[in-house]
């Protein structure tokens, strides 16, 4: 391999400065309320797990890129059963998601190495992969220099380039194009993707467009029957604290113009039910609930208090509000209500999501409001503009077909490698 002298400086660094630097890190994070870096697993320091055959590597880095491996997680397990599974993550958030999803899958889960070359080899050593999928834009270069060096197979899946994050990789571009060449191939999301990682210096012949794992979802049967009929429905999903108002408000401005139109309210946490009830007091909504079989006959309002029904409830609304993007909590996954060809409005905080959104916002399948009144401004459009609206629901079908494939092109690559 081609020496790189600003590789070199920096496979020079030492564990021992990570040894120093995050405990201060440490201090800092423990004044914001988050938790302590795991240094010690991320320096590899963990107990070598028993690891039969060959080893398919996963890694995302957090929550979002976690969630969006699902089907491949289920697909692999399926597809090379003899084959061991490990995930690794970046963030702690990430660890505790690949835990809860993944538990019953792989064979092992732990943190991604701190990005040092004596504690890359050591955790190659213990897990001693036979191939590698790195999901998105994780580009770390001692890990892939090392994984080349021991003739591992290391691709990078679903590989995107933010327009935030492209500036600032273009100043570097000397080094990235000596990492990205570490890598046996580059699959990206969109011929956009595509294009960024080889201006930044990625080989024309290893870059491929895959499209995006994160829409690999599937429809569910949806049993429920609220007595619709002819009523146009709004449905608040995955609400927090301090979002129900906002929503019952919009419900109210958009009955006060056509009475026939309907609302599902669905909290994010049914712990929160008794506080909704006494919010609701301050509406005159005629109010039901699904686990009271309640329906729309008698009701302006069912609340969804129960559990792993909202993924097939999308099926009946119209229109989908997704919450956690009025507060911080960074939002919840549109694409819920998209593959049932659902337009989706959502608040500015949309970060654990953002991928997704920028994709369906540029199709016109959903759209980020900055504030209430925008808020009310687009559902109101929505329910009264009935070309606009059906311009939105041909868009999310589209938006959503268009992105189809990504999973078996990821299976197809694992199958002539393995």
């Not at 899946?157 to 990789?169: A, L, V």
């Not at 129960?306 to 507060?327: M, Q």
Request: proline share 4%; with cysteine; hydrophobic share 40%.
């Amino acid at each position: 391999m081609k020496k790189n002298f600003c590789f070199e400086l920096y496979k020079s660094i030492s564990p021992k400065t990570a040894e120093v630097i995050i405990p201060v890190v440490d201090l800092i994070r423990k004044f914001k309320n988050k938790p302590p870096i795991p240094l010690f697993e991320k320096l590899a320091k963990f107990d070598a797990p028993n690891l039969q055959n060959k080893t398919i590597m996963l890694h995302a880095v957090s929550v979002g890129e976690v969630l969006s491996l699902e089907n491949l997680v289920k697909k692999i397990k399926t597809e090379f059963p003899s084959c061991s599974l490990v995930i690794t993550t970046g963030t702690v958030t990430g660890q505790e998601q690949a835990h809860k999803k993944y538990g019953e899958y792989a064979d092992f889960i732990t943190y991604f190495p701190l990005d040092i070359y004596k504690s890359v080899n050591t955790f190659l050593d213990k897990i001693n992969p036979s191939v590698v999928l790195m999901a998105e834009t994780e580009l770390w270069p001692n890990f892939a220099y090392s994984c080349k060096e021991r003739n591992i197979p290391i691709y990078v899946i679903n590989g995107r380039i933010s327009d935030h994050s492209y500036p600032s990789y273009l100043k570097l571009k000397g080094f990235f194009k000596f990492v990205l060449n570490l890598y046996s191939g580059i699959f990206c999301q969109s011929e956009l993707d595509k294009s960024r990682f080889i201006e930044l210096g990625a080989e024309q012949e290893t870059c491929q467009v895959m499209k995006n794992l994160k829409f690999e979802i599937q429809k569910k049967v949806c049993d429920i029957d609220l007595k619709k009929e002819n009523s146009k429905v709004f449905i608040a999903a995955s609400t927090h604290k301090g979002e129900d108002e906002i929503a019952f408000r919009a419900f109210e401005n958009l009955r006060n113009k056509n009475k026939n139109i309907k609302m599902i309210l669905a909290p994010r946490h049914l712990t929160r039910l008794d506080e909704i009830k006494k919010i609701l007091k301050n509406f005159d909504f005629k109010v039901g609930y699904r686990t009271q079989n309640d329906n729309f006959q008698n009701n302006d309002l069912i609340v969804l208090d129960t559990l792993g029904e909202l993924s097939k409830i999308y099926e009946i609304v119209d229109v989908a509000y997704i919450g956690g993007s009025f507060n911080q909590t960074g939002g919840h996954n549109p694409l819920e209500a998209t593959i049932y060809s659902k337009p989706t409005v959502s608040g500015p905080s949309i970060k654990n999501f953002r991928d997704i959104y920028s994709i369906l916002c540029r199709d016109g399948a959903s759209f980020v409001v900055k504030d209430e009144k925008e808020f009310n401004k687009i559902l109101e459009k929505l329910f009264t503009d009935e070309a606009f609206y059906a311009k939105s629901v041909e868009n999310s079908l589209n938006c959503f077909n268009n992105q189809q494939g990504a999973l078996e092109f990821v299976i197809s690559k694992l199958k002539e490698l393995l």
